[in-house]
């Protein structure tokens, strides 16, 4: 009996060693070993590399996802948006990546396509009111994600209320910059997992390329006013939607609805006048800035004057987008 207690003491030791190795691994390789945490991990083609007036669309995340898409369908000189269906379907097609586009209204083209883990794809950067954004929680089934759209199969895949996704949004034009080419991110509704954003910048001094580190943290959400829905964080207006200080909008007293209005939620300043709204901007800022310590994002309605990225070039655009797991 005198020998058996030694070697118990010291497996329960080694047990509680192992554990206590496992949840320090854990942490870090959610935090660290994460290309949306660390600037020095990338997953995909290097940048530098990267053809220009193309995007680049990575899963650095530990689950398949499908990258919902949308851009504007109105052919013009300026908008190439039905070509931009074209050839993004094409390139999917030949690289064998299941994907499938629809009419989304008169005015959009929608799509998804399926990207596996640590897969990434290089795409025409082209299109006006264009958008990317991952859904997640489906199964690889591309009939099933399609639905999704319908039924809410996969998690957090429908976007806007009730499950938002993290959007990346940019407009790009045959006239290069001149009609106000820009990328942004959009928070109005809320976030789902965390994002890389890089991209060649206009004035290649001091660097050419620009790393944004977008740490969006659910185990955050609350803390900045937010609501953990399935693996989403709702903001105020996707929590409250119609509320005029949440959402940016004033009520029409004849027809009910609540139409948009900056002045229902902004000071002459354009700054946020709710302080709910405000912790929920300062929360954003916090997880996604520039080196400059600026928000990337619009974390509100009529957000115009901050959060949107002005400096890439748009001459020669090279972007990539990766996004990576929930934390």
């Known amino acids: 009996m005198g020998v058996k207690h030694p070697i118990i003491f010291i497996g329960i030791i080694l047990i509680t060693l192992g554990l206590i190795f496992l949840f320090l691994w854990l942490f870090i390789w959610r935090h660290k070993k994460s290309s949306c945490f660390d600037k020095s991990i990338s997953v995909g083609l290097p940048i530098e590399n990267q053809q220009p007036k193309t995007i680049q669309i990575v899963n650095g995340s530990n689950n398949i996802l499908w990258i919902n898409w949308t851009t504007n369908n109105i052919q013009s000189p300026l908008n190439p948006g039905p070509v931009m269906r074209n050839k993004w379907t094409s390139i999917l097609n030949n690289n064998h990546i299941p994907n499938a586009n629809w009419n989304n209204d008169s005015t959009h083209i ?3 396509f399926q990207l596996n883990i640590g897969q990434n794809i290089i795409l025409p950067y082209m299109g006006i009111s264009s958008r990317i ?15 999704a759209w319908i039924n809410k199969n996969c998690t957090g895949s429908m976007g806007g209320t009730p499950n938002p996704q993290t959007l990346v949004e940019w407009t790009y034009t045959p006239l290069g910059g001149k009609l106000g080419d820009v990328i942004d991110c959009s928070f109005v509704d809320g976030f789902s997992l965390p ?4 991209y060649k910048k206009l004035t ?4 050419e390329y620009t790393t944004i580190l977008g740490k969006l943290d659910l185990n955050n959400c609350k803390n900045i006013g937010g609501k953990v829905a399935r693996v989403s964080c709702q903001s105020l207006c996707s929590q409250y939607p119609n509320t005029p200080e949440y959402c940016c909008c004033q009520t029409d007293s004849k027809t009910g609805p609540c139409l948009p209005s900056h002045l229902a939620c902004q000071d002459t300043s354009g700054k946020p006048k709710n302080s709910l709204v405000k912790k929920w901007c300062k929360g ?10 600026q928000r990337l994002g619009y974390c509100y309605g009529f957000d115009d004057k901050v959060g949107s990225i002005r400096d890439q070039d748009w001459h020669n655009p090279i972007v990539k987008v990766t996004f990576c797991s929930p934390t």
Do not use: D
């Not at 954003?284 to 310590?293: G, V, Y």
């Open 110 to 112: 929608m799509g998804l």
């Open 133 to 147: 954004a991952p859904v997640v929680g489906c199964t690889g089934n591309l009939a099933e994600a399609n639905m």
């Open 195 to 198: 994002v890389r954003i890089e």
């Open 204 to 207: 290649p001094s001091p660097n």
């Open 284 to 293: 954003i800022t916090s997880m996604i800035h520039n080196e400059a310590n």
